[in-house]
């Protein structure tokens, strides 16, 4: 049984920091959730999964699930609970780990088949709503989502577990120049909407008005401060949700489920 001071413990133990995981272009997957789509993910040859660390109690409610990793060749290891809290970033631990390459790909490659549907994230710094996010744009059929600025790594845990897998679903790429991923989107023919909760228009006129009905690229900035005025210069319009209510605001993760939800209806019902 590996304990924390095993050298490939040690070294799974880096992948909680990004750092460790830009370094070896790999990171952890917790949970059983996580886990099964990893599998899946590496058994559709999209990527791989180097290894799962499982605590002995984690391996008795997840016999089904180890046996299909060792099936498909990748090494089972158990380990201590201290070992198995030391690759954990939440409060109690699940057992079970799976080290995975990094899921992100090129620019390029996220956008190369004809997207209708796209979530980008600028400037986005809270794990969970980016987990949340990705999850939504699963949900909703999005095509791509798409980190850019100082955008959190989705890689990090708790956007891995807030995602539920879906961080395997879906294309995913990151580029730390936003003006990039904006011209990429535009290349693929996509239209630029920003979500500003101090735009002129609404969602619902913008609806009635016939404009979401073609290739959209939804555009969400940061919890606290949304996209700056520079940027909402760069895209073809903005729209704010309606908020019937009293309410004076939507977060992050809400609103964007509103507004590709809307996209994903109007696309479909067209």
Not at 104 to 132: E, F, M
Request: glycine share 8%; net charge negative; charged share 25%.
């Amino acid at each position: 049984m590996f304990t924390e001071r095993t050298p490939r413990v040690v070294a799974a133990r880096q992948l909680t920091r990004r750092t460790g995981r830009d370094r070896d272009r790999r990171f952890l997957a917790e949970g059983a959730q996580a886990v099964r789509e990893a599998l899946a993910w590496a058994d559709a040859g999209r990527g791989a999964v180097h290894e799962v660390f499982t605590t002995a109690v984690a391996a008795q409610r997840n016999a089904e699930l180890l046996d299909r990793a060792l099936d498909q060749g990748i090494p089972v290891s158990e380990v201590t609970d201290k070992a198995a809290d030391g690759l954990s970033e939440t409060v109690s631990p699940q057992g079970l780990v799976a080290v995975c390459d990094l899921v992100d790909q090129p620019l390029r490659d996220a956008l190369r088949a004809a997207p209708a549907l796209v979530a980008v994230l600028v400037g986005v710094s809270d794990p969970g709503n980016a987990g949340t996010v990705l999850r939504v744009a699963d949900a909703a059929g999005a095509d791509a989502v798409l980190l850019a600025g100082d955008t959190v790594d989705p890689h990090n845990g708790k956007c891995v577990r807030a995602s539920t897998g879906s961080l395997f679903h879906l294309p995913v790429a990151r580029s730390r120049d936003t003006d990039a991923v904006l011209a990429a989107c535009r290349e693929a023919g996509l239209r630029l909407v920003a979500a500003d909760g101090y735009a002129e228009h609404d969602l619902d006129q913008a609806e009635r008005a016939g404009e979401l009905a073609g290739p959209t690229a939804w555009v969400f900035g940061s919890e606290a401060h949304g996209l700056p005025d520079e940027l909402l210069a760069e895209t073809d319009t903005a729209l704010r949700v309606p908020i019937h209510g009293q309410a004076e605001s939507l977060n992050l993760a809400t609103a964007a489920a509103v507004c590709l939800y809307t996209s994903a209806r109007v696309q479909r019902s067209a």
